[in-house]
């Protein structure tokens, strides 16, 4: 679809949010993770054009390092202004309480706006922090000492993000959420419907499906980041699209989007083209496949992982070793059959998960991060 970039002189409060002991959020937050790839220089002229546009969401999380570190001396003074958004990947309640200590020093603040458990994206990782002993605990422990305003969840794994949607113990979901990844559209209208915050991140896809050689093209179409940006605020249910910007051309462009809303045509345009990038992907549907697997392999979320690295070029490196966290992995599988005879989408699983096996354990442990994190 495409459009024409104008520099935007400002930007848009989240439509009808606010909580009473908080900024009003704004529509686009900046999502720190990028930084950890850019220079000091890069990280400043970024992050100040996203000031000066009026943004105020931060998005980080103690294991985005660095990112964080380039970011805070320019955030710091505004603090007043801004609507923090931190996470802790901790599993564990002393690990958790270290990181949202170091993370209070780092931004000069005595709490968050929003303080939420990072990337809980399987059943093994939901157990661990909702258990006893979990980073839960220290969550429930930050908002007692008014260290966090608003507790939250966010996640690669719907039944996380659904238990959060619905517990009144959580204030607002994270989730990924872009033309190709619609997974969590409907607990994220769940979430908004119950009156918590939705920040929906991915907006771009990871960054990678826009890249030197986009994913976004079908045929003569293409959805650009504007198209991508557009469709995610359109929504209704999204408060916050959160954004990996670069440099300070990109936060422009992606404020200028969100000066537009998509009619119901373009939406459905867009979802369509979605779609049919990743004809032949898993991960788009309600997953029948393990409702009759009896060994219990968790198939779609393996292979949504595997397509994430052979499609997006994911890192490796961590789904490797999310994939070593598993209790039951594609080794379970007997070659039954009874997947592919409901998968919609009449997909060859067994062969799938035996390459994604293949690929995802010959990545894992290539790194100690999330062991030296949890």
């Known amino acids: 679809m495409g459009m024409t970039w104008k520099l935007a002189a400002s930007t848009m409060l989240a439509s009808g949010f606010s909580w009473p002991d908080t900024v009003s959020p704004t529509r686009l ?6 930084f950890m790839n850019l220079d000091a220089e890069a990280v400043d002229a970024t992050v100040r054009r996203a000031l000066d546009l009026g943004w105020n969401v931060v998005d980080f999380s103690r294991v985005y390092g660095s990112a964080v570190e380039k970011a805070q001396h320019l955030l710091r003074p505004e603090r007043e202004q801004l609507f923090l958004a931190g996470k802790v990947y901790a599993r564990h309640a002393e690990r958790a309480r270290e990181h949202l200590e170091g993370l209070l020093r780092g931004f000069g603040t005595d709490h968050f706006d929003l303080l939420s458990l990072h990337d809980v994206s399987s059943r093994e990782e939901f157990d661990l922090v909702m258990g006893e002993g979990g980073a839960m605990e220290l969550l429930r422990e930050a908002k007692q000492k008014g260290q966090a305003l608003r507790l939250g969840m966010t996640g690669h794994w719907p039944p996380a993000l659904l238990h959060a949607a619905e517990s009144e113990e959580f204030d607002a979901i994270t989730g990924p959420l872009n033309p190709c990844c619609l997974e ?29 050689e986009p994913l976004g093209a079908v045929g003569e179409a293409e959805i650009t980041p504007a198209d991508s940006l557009q469709f995610v605020l359109s929504q209704g249910c999204v408060t916050t699209a959160v954004v990996g910007c670069k440099s300070p051309d990109e936060v422009s462009q992606a404020n200028e989007a969100a000066m537009n809303n998509l009619d119901v045509h373009g939406k459905a345009q867009i979802q369509e083209m979605g779609f049919e990038l990743l004809a032949g992907l898993c991960g788009f549907c309600h997953a029948p496949c393990q409702a009759v697997c009896e060994p219990g392999v968790p198939i779609q979320y393996i292979l949504r992982r595997w397509r994430n690295f052979e499609r997006i070029n994911y890192d490796i490196r961590r789904l490797g070793d999310e994939y070593d966290l598993l209790r039951i992995n594609s080794t379970a599988c007997t070659d039954c059959g009874r997947c592919e ?18 690929t995802l354990a010959d990545g894992r442990r290539k790194v100690a991060f999330l062991e030296d994190n949890w």
Request: net charge positive.
């Open 29 to 34: 937050g900046i999502g720190l993770i990028p």
């Open 184 to 212: 969590n559209l409907g607990i994220m209208q769940r979430a908004a419907a119950a009156g918590k915050m939705v920040l929906a991140i991915k907006t771009l896809g990871n960054g990678r499906i826009f890249g030197p």
């Open 341 to 358: 005879a409901v998968c919609p989408a009449s997909l060859d699983i067994t062969g799938r998960l035996k390459a994604a096996h293949d």
